[in-house]
């Protein structure tokens, strides 16, 4: 199967996680095709290409269509969820899939970058990630030449996951087969942290 790989850590000692994604994305995507500040946008079903050079800060909002101006907010339901999407050269002050996030309606909101290279989760189960809006953000002057963003929000129980780990002779953890000694691989319907000690 094609996993995706997301890092979590038991004190100093890395636990590599993979997890394979089978549930619905959650993201509303109302992003239309347009040109805007030097970039143009392209979507197709849940995919978004974007080709240009910035001439101003872009935030490309998903959910209500809009560069710039005020995002409008969708309702995130209590649980778990995977997020990922980026193209695997994003960066903050580049190019990134982001999200602003509030608890209620009244809150100020707070940014999250979606993780790079790798599939992250947000945990909502005390309500913090209630209110959600996810946008493309691009910085002035970067060239983004075809660039896909798939941003993806995925319930963790409708989700798989295979978890590996791995460790060398000299102590150090990877998650690579060919330079370590399989410890642990299971499937989980759950995320759980597993110490070394459980290994």
Request: hydrophobic share 30%; proline share 5%; charged share 20%.
């Amino acid at each position: 199967m094609d996993f995706k790989k997301f890092n979590e850590s038991w004190g100093d000692t890395p636990v590599y996680k993979y997890c394979k994604t089978n549930g619905p994305n959650l993201v509303e995507n109302n992003l239309t095709n347009k040109t805007a500040n030097g970039l143009t946008i392209t979507v197709n079903g849940e995919s978004i290409t974007v080709n240009g050079t910035a001439n101003a800060n872009t935030n490309l909002y998903i959910y209500n269509d809009a560069v710039g101006g005020t995002p409008e907010y969708q309702k995130l339901g209590k649980g778990r969820y995977i997020i990922d999407g980026n193209p695997s050269d994003a960066a903050t002050n580049d190019f990134i899939i982001s999200m602003r996030y509030k608890a209620t309606e009244a809150d100020a909101s707070t940014i999250y970058r979606f993780p790079v290279g790798e599939t992250a989760v947000i945990d909502n189960t005390n309500g913090d990630y209630n209110y959600v809006s996810i946008y493309i953000a691009v910085w002035n002057g970067r060239t983004v030449n075809n660039k896909v963003f798939t941003p993806t929000i995925k319930p963790v129980e409708n989700s798989w996951y295979g978890i590996e780990a791995y460790k060398r002779k000299n102590g150090v953890w990877t998650d690579n087969p060919s330079n370590g000694r399989l410890l642990f691989s299971a499937k989980k319907k759950v995320i759980e942290k597993i110490s070394p000690d459980d290994i």
